[in-house]
T-cell receptor, first 119, second 115 residues
Framework: AQTVTQSQPEMSVQEAETVTLSCTYD???????LFWYKQPPSRQMILVIR??????QNATENRFSVNFQKAAKSFSLKISDSQLGDTAMYFC????????????????FGQGTILTVHP | DAGVTQSPTHLIKTRGQQVTLRCSPK?????VSWYQQALGQGPQFIFQ???????QRGNFPDRFSGHQFPNYSSELNVNALLLGDSALYLC??????????????FGPGTRLTVL
């Protein structure tokens, strides 16, 4: 079974600064996706960024980028120029893409990291 | 472009009752997944529906059942409610096909409180 670990229960950052959220995962699969979702107090789960395991290039989306280390099974999220609206719970999630394998097509989430951006 | 919608927003039930939650997927999506999120925790996968059939199931008892309709909308039913069923129930839709990055988009959730 796959597991996702987020070792930072809470993080804080000043507005306009950069922060990195950590995520490690455990799997024996070689074809999978990794995601970061944010969940603000409004509770809507919003996709931040995604990474296909077969791509060596790290994904970027505007101020958000990832550091994907496949051999180390590490998938950290970097938020640059932090904004007050980035305050939320952030979840790292794994999806197995081997058809017929266990947990195919389902998301396995970490426990989350609460990020607070201070003015 | 309408996103994923869920109803109701929140509801309160008592132990032993039954509840039905509803979800309409994002336009163009045909696969619906349901998750249970306890307070302060990450979501846990309940099951996934595709072509009106349950395709995947997580570690949830048979009290949790679902249905998908021809228009791809879905229902989650929970029978014999327990206090521990109190949670936020999230619906996610997707279009998992070869050549597409399978991404699940979430609705706003239904907050269920069992007294």
């Amino acid at each position: 079974a796959q597991t996702v670990t987020q070792s930072q229960p809470e993080m804080s950052v000043q507005e306009a600064e950069t922060v990195t959220l950590s995520c490690t995962y455990d799997t024996s699969e070689n074809n999978y996706y990794l995601f970061w979702y944010k969940q603000p107090p409004s509770r809507q789960m919003i996709l931040v960024i995604r990474q296909e395991a077969y791509k060596q290039q790290n994904a970027t989306e505007n101020r958000f980028s990832v550091n994907f280390q496949k051999a180390a099974k590490s998938f950290s999220l970097k938020i640059s120029d932090s904004q007050l609206g980035d305050t939320a719970m952030y979840f790292c999630a794994f999806m197995n893409r081997n058809a017929g394998g266990t947990s195919y097509g389902k998301l396995t989430f970490g426990q989350g990291t609460i990020l607070t951006v201070h003015p | 472009d309408a996103g994923v919608t869920q109803s109701p927003t929140h509801l309160i039930k008592t132990r032993g009752q039954q509840v039905t939650l509803r979800c309409s997927p994002k336009s163009g999506h045909d696969t619906v997944s349901w998750y249970q999120q306890a307070l302060g925790q990450g979501p846990q996968f309940i099951f996934q529906y595709y072509e009106e059939e349950e395709r995947q199931r997580g570690n949830f008892p048979d009290r949790f059942s679902g249905h998908q309709f021809p228009n791809y909308s879905s229902e989650l039913n929970v029978n014999a409610l327990l206090l521990g069923d109190s949670a936020l129930y999230l619906c996610a839709s997707s279009f998992p096909r070869a050549g597409y990055t399978d991404t699940q988009y979430f609705g706003p959730g239904t907050r269920l409180t069992v007294l």
